[in-house]
């Protein structure tokens, strides 16, 4: 990490995290992808690392830290296990970044403690089964009745909006009309357990096995009004940074899963004999390598530019766009990549690769598909 012009405290952070995940992390990550279990054990120390409040002010109980110094744990961690470095992206980007940035004083006072230290957590819901990043398309409507917002609606795809921590989650929802006829869009606060709040069963998905993920619906929930999150008709807006600021730190997700691949087919072609030879002295398993090494260290350079933009309080939307672009598309690459240096056993769930095949393609999609990530480019160049 030194040849990227880290100071040492961020150098310290990594190392430590690192380590973290080497020796707490990845001895779990097998057992907790095989039942599809979030380890809330590993969650808890996350939060006494500090982890959860790492770019969130000491007065709320956060490190006081920076952007970079998030998305290099979330690195860390998604090299050995991509469900709990998702946990801690979301935690953070979702569920209190949204609080922080738009929330009352009351708000931040009653939700962060918690959240940054790892106690709660907090989900998003923006996502519906005809709507995501077409706002217009919302189709969950919150409609005032005296002193309550009356909530009524589903979505789908929420990450850590069922576990046995998880306080609250924010959704969008159609709140009025604009007057020139489009919908205004608001974000609400939705408590755990409010009457008429229902997390679904959790999905059977491909990958993230250990990211907790739930469809919700709403069918007469009610929420004081004071549960509006920022200013009203400015919900979708608000999201959009926010989502802006999460790409990031996909991206160095995407960048610490790409580096797990290397790491472990490095590894595996050292000792793998074939034909009496080590299987890394054939050329062709050193030039894929070689690729490998190069899509880790230009995902990594995209998002440590773009975090540091975002950080000198600088236009960072494009980078952003870039980084996650570029890093998800190593994450996959490389996850291929390394599957087919390890062979059949590339193929077994036993090995770390395997579930970086599974759990990578989720990278090009989640926070924006690569679709949506070119096309914040291609306006950035006044062609879209």
């Known amino acids: 990490m030194t040849t990227y012009g880290l100071s040492e405290e961020h150098v310290e952070l990594a190392n430590m995290v690192r380590e ?12 907790a992808d095989r039942t599809k279990t979030l380890p809330l054990d590993v969650v808890a120390q996350m939060g006494d690392l500090g982890l959860f409040g790492l ?5 709320y109980g956060g490190q006081g830290g920076d952007y970079l110094a998030l998305c290099l744990a979330i690195e860390a961690l998604g090299r050995v296990d991509q469900s709990i470095a998702i946990t801690l992206e979301a935690g953070v980007s979702l569920g209190a970044m949204p609080i922080y940035r738009f929330g009352t004083e009351e708000q931040k006072q009653e939700f962060l403690p918690s959240l940054l230290s790892g106690k709660t957590l ?4 923006l996502t519906e089964p005809e709507a995501g990043s077409d706002a217009g398309a919302t189709r969950t409507t919150a409609v005032l009745d005296g002193d309550e917002w009356v909530i ?4 789908q ?9 998880t306080r609250f989650v924010t959704i969008t929802a159609v709140t009025g009309q604009r007057e020139g006829g489009g ?10 357990g409010t009457p008429g709040f229902t997390v679904e069963p959790a999905y059977d998905k491909v990958g993230w096995h250990a990211s907790d993920t739930h469809p ?5 929930a009610r929420v004081p009004v004071s549960n509006l999150l920022g200013e009203r008709g400015r919900g979708f807006a608000a999201f959009l940074h926010i989502l802006d600021e999460g790409r990031i730190a996909i991206a160095a997700l995407s960048t ?8 472990a087919a490095v590894d595996y072609a050292k000792k793998r004999t074939v034909f009496g030879e080590p299987l890394s002295s054939r050329q062709g398993i050193q030039f894929l390598l070689a690729r490998m090494q190069a899509r880790v260290h230009t995902a990594r350079l995209a998002w440590l530019q773009a975090a540091r933009l975002r950080d000198a309080g600088l236009p960072f939307k494009t980078e952003a766009a870039i980084a996650k672009l570029a890093a998800s598309d190593a994450a996959m690459d490389n996850a291929r990549d390394a599957t087919q240096v390890f062979g059949g056993n590339g193929f077994m769930n036993e090995y770390p690769v395997a579930r970086h095949f599974r759990d990578s393609k989720i990278l090009e999609i989640g926070e924006g598909t690569s679709e949506v990530q070119l096309l914040v480019i291609a306006r950035s160049l006044g062609v879209a």
């Not at 707490?24 to 057992?31: G, K, L």
């Not at 919908?183 to 755990?192: A, G, Q, R």
């Open 157 to 165: 795809f929420i990450t850590n909006s069922g576990t046995a921590i």
């Open 55 to 59: 770019p969130f002010a000491e007065q």
């Open 20 to 31: 973290f995940a080497d020796e707490v992390v990845a001895p779990v990550a097998y057992e």
């Open 256 to 263: 610490g899963a790409a580096e797990g691949c290397l790491e």
């Open 216 to 220: 919700l619906t709403f069918a007469d």
């Open 183 to 192: 919908k205004e869009i608001s974000t609400i606060i939705v408590p755990s």
């Open 122 to 125: 907090g989900g998003f819901g």
């Open 152 to 155: 009524n609606g589903s979505k």
